[in-house]
T-cell receptor
Framework: QKEVEQDPGPLSVPEGAIVSLNCTYS??????FMWYRQYSRKGPELLMY????GNKEDGRFTAQVDKSSKYISLFIRDSQPSDSATYLC???????????FGGGTRVLVKP | DVKVTQSSRYLVKRTGEKVFLECVQD?????MFWYRQDPGLGLRLIYF???????EKGDIPEGYSVSREKKERFSLILESASTNQTSMYLC????????????FGSGTQLSVL
């Protein structure tokens, strides 16, 4: 079993819909949780960064962490075609430690 | 903006060749990383360097070596390329103590025939 599981998709939604992405993990030591966005033929870029449980909002993006369920989510409101990308979750047990990545979910937002 | 530049976008090599992948960052970051990305497997860490001439093995170092002679440059070396090393290779950098906040290059798609 992988340490971090993520549905590969593709997840296809119409423009304006809410995109819901999630990852599950098995290592209870993970404390830091990240979402990276990767456009086609580009490297990943850091989108959201959260520590421990709770919610974090940044514009149209909301990241949620539920450590009791070992489950993290990313929501994209009012999705745009420019949100079409692969979204990778990543996590680490402490600041400064190496990351463990999920396999990524491909998202397609159709105009 | 941080810029991480990988020297080649696409490379095609033959089995047994020695392959060099070069990466340069322009933000004076202490940490540099080499990952490979394969469908369904996510990003896997090959090697990590936290200072000039310093290196640490990642999760999958077998068949690879690295060199960091200058702070801004981190090279990945495939001593004898094999077909199972066909992959997307991503270089990344980060500041000291912030290994989780990575800045990535655009990647090198390596095909070993």
């Amino acid at each position: 079993q992988k340490e971090v599981e993520q549905d590969p998709g593709p997840l296809s939604v119409p423009e304006g819909a809410i995109v819901s992405l999630n990852c599950t993990y098995s290592n209870s030591a993970f404390q830091y949780f990240m979402w990276y966005r990767q456009y086609s033929r580009k490297g990943p870029e850091l989108l959201m960064y959260t520590y421990s449980s709770g919610n974090k909002e940044d514009g149209r993006f909301t990241a949620q962490v539920d450590k009791s369920s070992k489950y993290i989510s990313l929501f994209i409101r009012d999705s745009q075609p420019s949100d079409s990308a692969t979204y990778l979750c990543a996590m680490s047990p402490a600041a400064g430690n190496k990351l463990t990545f999920g396999g990524g979910t491909r998202v397609l937002v159709k105009p | 903006d941080v810029k991480v530049t990988q020297s080649s976008r696409y490379l095609v090599k033959r089995t047994g060749e020695k392959v060099f992948l070069e990466c340069v960052q322009d933000m004076d970051h202490e940490n540099m990383f080499w990952y490979r990305q394969d469908p369904g497997l996510g990003l896997r860490l090959i090697y990590f360097s936290y200072d000039v001439k310093m290196k640490e093995k990642g999760d999958i170092p077998e068949g690879y070596s690295v060199s960091r002679e200058k702070k801004e440059r981190f090279s990945l070396i495939l001593e004898s390329a094999s077909t199972n090393q066909t992959s997307m290779y991503l270089c990344a950098s980060s500041i000291q103590g912030k290994r989780e906040k990575l800045f990535f290059g655009s990647g090198t798609q390596l095909s070993v025939l």
